[in-house]
């Protein structure tokens, strides 16, 4: 096991988990520290779906997924694989590429604005539709896949 500071030059045998994610691993409290500012933004309770969702995204693996974050996050409305891949990417690009705070998407779905919250992250962090990749454009054409 390592620190999570990719700075850090020590190889420390004892190292402390998060207390909230309980995912990551820091040597000291200076490395947890140099590493809050990308932490926070994906920090966020393991009992919540959207930690599993991005459990799922970092592993490229959206097989993993339990029924309820299917259900949550529009894929049981996916009518094909093809669906399910394009909803697993555009997730992907929020979590992966344009940075998305997990409390603020995990809000957006306690809110029932998910679909919302997705068109403004991206247009916002993307630059627009013109800057944004497949799996957005796909989604404008799905929008109600994410709505509940």
Known sequence: MFCANEDCPQ????LFLCSRC?????CSKNCQLACLGWHK????????????LMKSVF????????????????????KTPFETQ????LYAGLIKFL?????ELDQAFQENKLPEFI???????????KTCGGY???YIQNIDICRR
């Open 22 to 26: 309980k995912d990551i691993r820091y």
């Open 136 to 138: 957005f454009k796909w």
């Open 41 to 52: 933004k994906i920090c966020i309770d393991p009992n919540k779906t959207v930690f599993n």
């Open 86 to 89: 394009k909803l697993f990417g």
């Open 119 to 129: 068109v403004s992250t991206f247009f916002y962090k993307a630059g627009g539709p």
């Open 59 to 78: 592993a490229d693996d959206f097989e993993v997924m339990n029924e309820e974050l299917k259900a949550s996050y529009g894929f049981e409305k996916c």
């Open 11 to 14: 190889t420390s045998t004892k």
């Open 99 to 103: 940075d998305c705070d997990l409390k």
